[in-house]
């Protein structure tokens, strides 16, 4: 691996965990478009990686909230356990896509998600005018 390949790994590995633990999002929603569209990855790769990466990223924050009292772990609980299901069903979906549908898939997802959140954060500005 060329240094500079591993610096820009490094950079974004930053900025994932930043936006992360500030954010509460998943580090995979900046690495996965970053190792594609970046990096070069083909999208099955991408996605196992920020999987790998983004388990000691969420201990970590997660141990610095809950320092603060800043985790319902009640709601945590349940969460995770279906959210360990889903990830064994979602790993077999994924695996058997084709990467350029996938690459899609997750793209379409990204888009979905930006224009609910600004449609929302447009009217949480509009109600405090």
Do not use: K
Not at 5 to 21: C, D, F, K, M, S
Not at 50 to 63: D, E, G, K
Not at 66 to 75: D, E, F, L, Q, T
Not at 77 to 90: D, H, N, R, S, Y
């Amino acid at each position: 691996m060329v240094l500079i390949e591993i610096l820009g790994l490094i950079v974004l590995g930053l900025i994932a965990g930043i936006a992360a633990a500030t954010l509460g999002i998943g580090g995979g929603i900046i690495i996965v478009p970053a190792l594609v569209v970046i990096f070069g990855l083909e999208q099955h790769f991408a996605q196992g990686t920020s999987l790998a990466v983004i388990l000691p990223t969420a201990v970590v924050a997660t141990i610095g909230h809950a320092r603060h009292g800043r985790v319902a772990w009640r709601i945590a609980a349940p969460l995770a356990l279906a959210g360990i299901v889903g990830a064994l069903i979602g790993a077999r979906v994924s695996l058997s896509l084709d990467a350029d549908l996938l690459r899609r898939l997750f793209a379409i997802l990204l888009t979905v998600l930006a224009i609910q959140m600004a449609l929302r954060a447009r009217r949480l500005f509009a109600a405090r005018d």
